[in-house]
């Protein structure tokens, strides 16, 4: 990647040439406001201090502190495993417009996706249009399954991965979103509901055309695949009360209904938050050193485009997946305003690059593409879900609620650190949204927060808005289609088991047996 490259990707206030640009911004073409058609009235956006360069300045200070706090000791909110597959969810939600992710010219024209959770990020736009995604052979179902990557001897032969085609020359990914190369673990994720598709095809034997029982593969993978975010991820992303609202048909952003542009606080500031559950280290399975745990900086650059060697030579790193998902996983990092540095000054930025020169430069990004979007702030989030839980008992108390509880919640976090000082009123009054989510999860369940393991109230809602929406508008592709349960039963019934894995460890075993 050229240097011009990396640095078209960068947000506009990290770049050199960046002016002096006013706050609060607006969100992009293709993005909106939570509870808003469009962009919500100025005073309700987040305006930082004022201007980009000031703005920066203190979220620099910011991301010092977050990669400099200790990390919590409290217990491990959930397997690791999780942090993966809400990123692969995330990917499934939005394209990415960023130039560095992408081969020149090949970079997507808008930002979101039209059918969300439907799995684009892995079948892409079918095997009509996207024929590379998809199988050749003589056989007429060839080209209705999809292409995987597998693993050499002593691996389950149902292990799967990213398709990459080449030899010891080189290697190209093939693969419907790049962005699931971005480590071997959400790599493998997608792997696996591509694994599921093609067994779906081998199975589903009532549908002779191929165009049907492509249809109905796909059909089901996308049934099994929601039922996992919804019956598995939420429930331990949310709240017990956030869920079960949502669950029981709470719906607050009504504009949901009359557009597709994605909400900025969705896409820059909650999901991004998921960095704080990344593990410094991690036990990728008895084939990578020795069983031993890596560290997620040489974990993150075993992908495709940054260790293209080890993939040429038949050296791809099979994961042991009970390490990632069931009881006796390695547990994801417990949920605060902290993310570790191995994880902030790793992502393979180059060695000339500005924000380097700064360092924790992952949670510097994060914090300034919120800055950029033209994020709401807490106070007006607060008001905007407050219909949907301020008649709680009790939460009048909560931080998303109480603007003196969420300013002491801030002061505490901030715990004298001098590089903040001369931020002290604005962070404490109208804290950036990526950091506020990360103290609000830490916080304790009484005032409304995630008690370390999960997200407290106003994250919840922000996650569980867009991923209930982008479900409700499909539910007539997918769930109510007539015959589903009997197609799901005849890809998992004959092995004595449940018809629909409940859990991604009981997905995952029926894959890899």
């Known amino acids: 990647?050229?240097?011009?490259?990396?640095?078209?990707?960068?947000?506009?206030?990290?770049?050199?040439?960046?002016?002096?640009?006013?706050?609060?911004?607006?969100?992009?073409?293709?993005?909106?406001?939570?509870?808003?058609?469009?962009?919500?009235?100025?005073?309700?956006?987040?305006?930082?201090?004022?201007?980009?360069?000031?703005?920066?300045?203190m979220l620099a200070a910011v991301?010092?502190?977050?990669?400099?706090a200790r990390p919590s000791e409290a217990p491990s909110p959930f397997p690791a495993g999780y942090t993966y597959l809400a990123q692969f969810v995330a990917h499934d939600m939005q394209f990415s417009t960023e130039e560095a992710e992408y081969p020149p010219g090949s970079v997507p024209d808008v930002a979101l996706r039209r059918r969300r959770l439907m799995l684009e990020t892995i079948y892409g736009e079918g095997?009509?249009?996207?024929?590379?995604?998809?199988?050749?052979?003589?056989d007429a179902f060839a080209r209705f399954r999809l292409r995987y990557g597998a693993f050499g001897p002593g691996v389950s032969p149902g292990q799967r991965t990213l398709a990459r085609m080449g030899g010891a020359s080189g290697q190209t990914l093939c693969a419907a979103d790049i962005r699931n190369d971005e480590n071997p673990v959400v790599a493998q994720v997608a792997g696996a509901f591509i694994r599921l598709h093609n067994v779906a095809m081998r199975r589903l034997?009532?549908?002779?055309?191929?165009?049907?029982?492509?249809?109905?593969?796909?059909?089901?993978?996308?049934?099994?695949y929601r039922g996992l975010v919804f019956g598995d991820l939420l429930p331990r992303l949310l709240r017990p009360d956030v869920a079960a609202a949502y669950a029981g048909g709470l719906r607050l952003d009504s504009p949901a209904l009359e557009t597709d542009d994605m909400p900025v606080e969705f896409s820059h500031a909650a999901f991004r938050t998921g960095h704080a559950l990344v593990r410094a280290d991690y036990a990728i399975g008895p084939a990578v050193n020795g069983g031993m745990a890596i560290n997620v900086r040489s974990m993150i650059r075993h992908t495709t485009r940054r260790d293209p060697d080890a993939f040429a030579e038949g050296r791809a790193w099979p994961l042991d997946w009970s390490r990632f998902f069931g009881p006796s996983a390695q547990g994801a990092q417990p949920f605060g305003p902290h993310v570790n540095v191995f994880l902030a000054e790793a992502p393979g930025l180059l060695d000339d690059d500005y924000p380097r020169k700064r360092g924790a430069h992952l949670i510097l990004r994060d914090l300034v593409r919120g800055m950029d979007a033209g994020l709401l702030n807490v106070a007006a989030l607060g008001a905007a879900i407050a219909p949907g839980f301020g008649g709680t008992p009790g939460a009048k108390e909560w931080l998303a609620f109480d603007a003196a509880a969420r300013g002491k919640a801030m002061l505490d976090?901030?715990?004298?650190?001098?590089?903040?000082?001369?931020?002290?009123?604005?962070?404490?009054?109208?804290?950036?949204?990526?950091?506020?989510?990360?103290?609000?999860?830490?916080?304790?369940?009484?005032?409304g927060g995630g008690d370390r393991a999960r997200y407290g109230v106003m994250g919840g809602a922000i996650v569980a808005?867009?991923?209930?929406?982008a479900r409700d508008a499909t539910l007539r592709d997918v769930e109510e289609v007539s015959g589903l349960d009997n197609d799901i039963a005849k890809v998992f019934g004959d092995d004595g088991g449940s018809p629909r894995p409940a859990e991604m460890s009981q997905l995952l075993a029926r894959l890899t047996r």
């Open 465 to 469: 808005e867009p991923l209930h929406a």
């Open 413 to 447: 976090w901030i715990d004298g650190e001098t590089t903040l000082k001369p931020y002290l009123a604005n962070l404490c009054s109208d804290p950036p949204l990526y950091l506020f989510l990360m103290v609000e999860a830490a916080a304790p369940a009484a005032v």
């Open 1 to 57: 990647m050229s240097v011009q490259m990396f640095r078209r990707s960068l947000p506009e206030s990290l770049r050199h040439d960046a002016r002096d640009a006013r706050l609060p911004a607006r969100p992009a073409a293709g993005f909106r406001n939570m509870f808003n058609l469009h962009e919500a009235d100025e005073p309700e956006r987040w305006r930082g201090e004022g201007c980009a360069s000031e703005t920066e300045r």
């Open 63 to 68: 991301a010092q502190r977050m990669m400099g």
């Open 205 to 224: 034997t009532d549908y002779a055309e191929p165009e049907a029982r492509f249809e109905a593969a796909r059909r089901v993978t996308r049934a099994v």
């Open 127 to 138: 095997p009509e249009r996207e024929p590379g995604l998809y199988q050749a052979g003589d």
